[in-house]
Each structure stands twice: as C-alpha cells, then as structure tokens.
C-alpha cells in the first residue's frame, strides 16, 4: 500500500510536470542587458524545467564570420524585444536575428559607418528603446555611440554627428589622446540614456570616469555628474585640489540599473587611476569604488556607499547592481545588492541606502610604498558570508602535487599574503580573490520567490608586484624607450615583454614578426581589447620602438630629447595570476565557483565548483572549478543557467539545490552572460559562444537552445 501510494504521488509529480512543458508559454522577451533595467537576469518562463532539462536541443546556430584565431571575444548578453534578437559579433557588428529561427535581418558595421574605423575593446550588449512606432538600438563600439533604427538597422543621421556621437567630447577635460570608450551598454530612463566609459587605469595619463545622460533622440548631452569631483561639489575635498584637471578614472563600466518608478539610476565605479599607486591622490576619492545613486532624471547624487577607500587594489566594482526585493525583519523591502571582486554581497534600501546587514569599518595594515597613505580602514559587511575564500594561507596551497606544492610554498613564503588590504609592494602582494574576482562583469542573478541571488565567483590568487621607474634622464633612445614601454606596456606585455602565453602576445621578439611601421601603428592605434596610445608623442614613439627592436645606442639619439615625465614612482610588473609550475592556479581547488545566497537570511545556501579540466578529471580530480567568465541566469521553471568555464561547457543547474542538471559543449568558451525568452510558444536560452579567453580558441557563434517539438 505504502509503496504504491509513493509510486502514485511521484506519477502525479512527472503528470504535472509534464503537463507544465506541454503548456505553450506566451510570448515573453528579455528587453536588456542583465534581462531588466533591475538587472535580476531571471525570467518567468517555465517551459523548460528541471525534469526536461536533459533534453534541450539546439534550436538555431548563428555565425557572425568576423572572429579572430586565439584573440577575439564576444561578451555579450542578447536582448530579445518583440520576437528580435539583438546581439553583436566579435568584431563589434551588431545584428538583429528572428529569435525563433536565427534568421539574420540586417547587420550593421561600425567600422564601415565613416566616423572611427578601428573600434577597440568588446561589447557586453545593446540597448533598445521604443516611442510609438518609433524603435532605435543604441550601442557603443569602441569610443562612439551609435543609433540605429531597429527595424532595419539603418544609421539614424539626426543622432549625434551622423549618426554617432564620439564619447570623448563633453567630458570637461581635453580627452582626445587619452582611452575612453565603452563595453557595457547603458540603460534607458525615459528618453535619456544613461552611460558610463572604460578609461585607463595605468600610471599614464587617464580620462575621468563621468557619467552621463545622452538624449535617445539627439545624442545630446543632457546631464553629467563628476566621479572626480569639481570645486564645489560635494566629495572635491576626499582629494587634492587639483585632482579634478588630472586624475582619471572612477568609472562606471560593468552595468547601470534603474528604479524607473521611484527615479533613481544605480551605478557602481571602479577605482581611481592608477590602480595601485595613490600618492598623487592622497584622499578617501570619492565617488571611485562607490555604489552611487543619482535621480536618473537630472545627475544629482542622491546617495552613495564607498566600498574601497583610497584604493590600491583595482577592486572596481565589477557587476551591476541588482534590484532586489527581499524580506527582512518579515517585512518586504526594496534593496540594492552589489556584488565584489572580494566576494562579498552588500544590501542597501534602495531609497535611503542604509545597510540591511551590519557593516563594519576595520583597521588595515599602511603602506610602505614612497608617497602612499593608505586609508586606515576598509569596510566588510557582517552578513552575508563572503562566497569566496579571504586569505591565500599556506595550508591553501595547492596539493596537485608535492613538486606543485613545494614551489608554490616558495613563491608564497617570499610574498605579502594572509588577509584582505594588504597594501601593494615591491616584494609582491597577493591578491586573493583576484583581479578578476570574486564576482565579474557577467552579474549575478536574482530568483524573487526565494530570495537567492546567483552568482559565479573566481577563486584565483594572483600575484601584485610593485616595481620602481628609472626616473634618470637617459641619452639612449632604447633606455629611453624602456622607460615608456614601463609607464604603458609593461602592465600587460610583462616586464619580459612575454605577454601571458593567453590573450596578451609574446612581443620580446616583435621584430622577427612586423616591421616598425606596423608597430608604431599598433601603438598608436591600439589593436582588439589593446588600448590606442594616442597620448604618446613621435619622439616617445621612436624611443619606444627602439626599445622593442633592441637598438643599439647611436649618436642620432641625441636628437630626441629627454621628455618631460610624470611623476608617478611606480609601475607594476603586470597582473600575473599566481600558477604552480604546471600553470594551475597555486591554490586548492576549487578555483570557480557557483554559489546561491539567501538575502532573505543573509547566508550562503549552496555553492558548488564551476566547471572542471579533462586533464585533471583524468589524473583524478573531477569538479575543481575553473576561473570563469559571464553570469547566470535563473527562471521560474527551477534552473539557472550558466557558461563561464573554460572546459566551454554550457550548463543547467537546479536553482534550490545546485545540482548539475545538464551541460554540452559549446562551439568556443561561452564567456558571456546567456539570456533566455520565449517566441510562438517555445522558450529558447542562449548564448555567446565567444572563446578567446584563458588560451582557449575563440568563435563567432550564438547558439540557442529549445526542448524538442
Ligand atoms: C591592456 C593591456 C595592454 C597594454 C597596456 C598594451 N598592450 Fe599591446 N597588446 C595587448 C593585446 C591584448 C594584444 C593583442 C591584440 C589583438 O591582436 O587583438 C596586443 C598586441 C600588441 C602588439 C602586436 C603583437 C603581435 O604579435 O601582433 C604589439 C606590438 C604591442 N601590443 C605592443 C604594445 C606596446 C608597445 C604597448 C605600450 C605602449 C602595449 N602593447 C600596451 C594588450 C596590451
């Protein structure tokens, strides 16, 4: 009897789940970038649910033909309004597809659109609006916003300048040699759309991170507010006087949410420039790493929660803020989670901004760096639970194996680790979690009925070493140049100039493969996510490439003379992640992670490894995790669904337990956010399959997923 009553019970459990995927949803779209202006990337969809899961099939494969071998990405999360998708290529084309077939509808080319012909850096996305009958995509390539109109993808000529506006104009400061230009799309409130920038954060000279309101229909200008304060405004003394007219960054360039109801734009900043060096920025600098508020409708602050003080760490805030609801003290409230590159989730009220959960204010060690100061506390909220590992101790180190171990022990004995803040150094600090989280750009997902938000977090070490700039005048033009390959390249290219055997190439022997003219060019120009050193004058050029093609001293160098130099007294030998000898991470697995996190109760409610390396499945040990790139998402059928990993799988999980429900592999690292919707009665979930990150290939694809007819 019992059993049978069993049997019966879990029957009418598979009937009704059945009868669930047999049911035709109705149309539902995934408008922005982060699936709403609140950023919850979630859905309501159902149809595909965890007892299906296993099924999905690709549904359509969509080829943007414009990939590169081994360096483009695609980092984009595709929107879906009125049955379109809306997407972009590796080479930042943007094109509509019908989201039921794949079927492209126009394709639009920036680089052919007259007013800049080598967008740099990615595209996380693009922005719909619609007025009437009246439909427009925006979105940035490079430094320039563009307007098209939706339905045919036609340039809108009345928009800025032809059609585009050059993102460095109006911002207060001649910009025009410096980086500026935006990845991430912005958000539309009204007919205003709010955007922020990526600038530089090395120790050259950087433009400052404003953000601004662009009216949708003229491109014009029609708010701006000050990361890097101007006398008078509020923040102008957690600076030096002058820091307005030179110090750059405090940008907000991994996503904007809108309150459009209560009126209120969120935007999260990164920090000031340069990164790791603040001696000429002695101060708190606000509104760098801030969560900042402003009334979408005219810029001005409303609230605002710095998360780093003075920062030397490069801890950005990396996501955008999601609006959530949750229930605290057993009342419903409105709030704002911000999730960190430390692994940390932080909750506001949306309106006041006050914590939900206590933060605390806690001493750090000073700098010993010439002309630092650094702040003297740092806050960490008590609740939740940080979702990735704080120190990078020796009994964390790896035990792949004892060689492994044994090297990494000494690596780890010589530097600065143990805790949070520790502050940059010349002996080497780690940073832990690392440069690129914690959390990242892909965001975090929020599932409204239980109150767990879903993020994906990094659990790298990666090592800071701090290096000091000859400063000497120098009569050579290849010591010269080594000065300026310092200050600009050696951030990235390494202070061996060879690169990180991933994304950024070997140039220690760029000679053998292009002639100087093409690498005065790359210089000048900049080159996929390379930036363009436009701030870098003939002569820096001529040292610099006489550097790089290892001159010998000639009495011509004369002729150039020493030129005037900044003052920073430090540069850095790159971010160089910390790897064992075999080039795994030099911590215990697990090195990614996915984590459930109840903001209801304030604690972490599951977390399981992300991803795994065949090689290491082989030597026995499966579910390590791997570092990752690109958000979740969660839907009201149960799953949540992500890519990230560099195994370049897809995969399903169930959202109340975290177990893996399905995953397959991609075509390239699918190193994007998905997005999910549903057209003429199929619910769809798709994603950029970009690769081109961690050293694996990369691809032009987007593949979208349905259950079988
Ligand atoms: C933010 C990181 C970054 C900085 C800073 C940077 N580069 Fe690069 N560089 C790259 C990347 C990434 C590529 C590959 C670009 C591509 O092919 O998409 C690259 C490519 C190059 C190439 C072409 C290499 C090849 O094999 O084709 C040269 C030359 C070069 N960089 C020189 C420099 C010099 C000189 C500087 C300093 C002025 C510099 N880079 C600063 C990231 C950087």
Redesign the pocket.
Known sequence: MRSSRVFLSSSIVTIAALGACSRAPADVDWVSHGGDSGHTQSSPLEQITPANVASLKVAWTYHGGDA?PD??QIQCNPIVVHGVLYASTPGLKVFALDAATGTQKWLFDPSKAGAENNPLGVNRGVVFWEDGAEQRILFTAGQRLYALDAKTGASIPTFGTGGSVDLKEGLGRDVSNLYALSNTPGTIYKDLLILGTRVSE?PGPAAPGHIRAFDVRTGKIRWIFHTVPWPGEPGYDTWPQDAYTRIGGANAWSGISVDAARGLVFLPTGSAAFDFWGGNRLGANLYANCLLVLDAATGKHVWHYQFVHHDMWDRDLPAAPVLVTVTHDGTPVDAVAQTTKSGHVFLFNRETGQPLFPITERPVPPSDLKGEQAWPTQPLPDKPAPFARQAFTEAEVTDLSQASHDAVLTTLRATRTGRQFIPPSTEGTVIFPGFDGGAEWGGAAFDRPSGLLYVNANEMPWILTMIEVDHARQTSAAARGHR??QL??I???GPERK?DGR?????SE?KK??PRP??DQ??QH??????A?GL?GGNERAD??AY?FGDAPSPDDAKNPDEALPTIPYTTTGYNRFLDPDGYPAVKPPWGTLNAIDLNKGEIAWTVPLGELPELVKRGRPRTGTENYGGPIVTAGGLVFIGATKDEKFRAFDKRTGQMLWETSLPAGGYATPATYAVGGKQYVVIAAGGGKMGTKSGDAYVAYALPN
Do not use: E, T, W
């Open positions: 590169r360096r483009s090395g300026v390959y600009n390249c951030v990235c290219h690169g994304q950024i190439p070997n140039i760029i493969k292009l093409a690498v790359i210089i900049g080159k996929g996510v390379m930036p050193f870098l610099l490439v790089l």
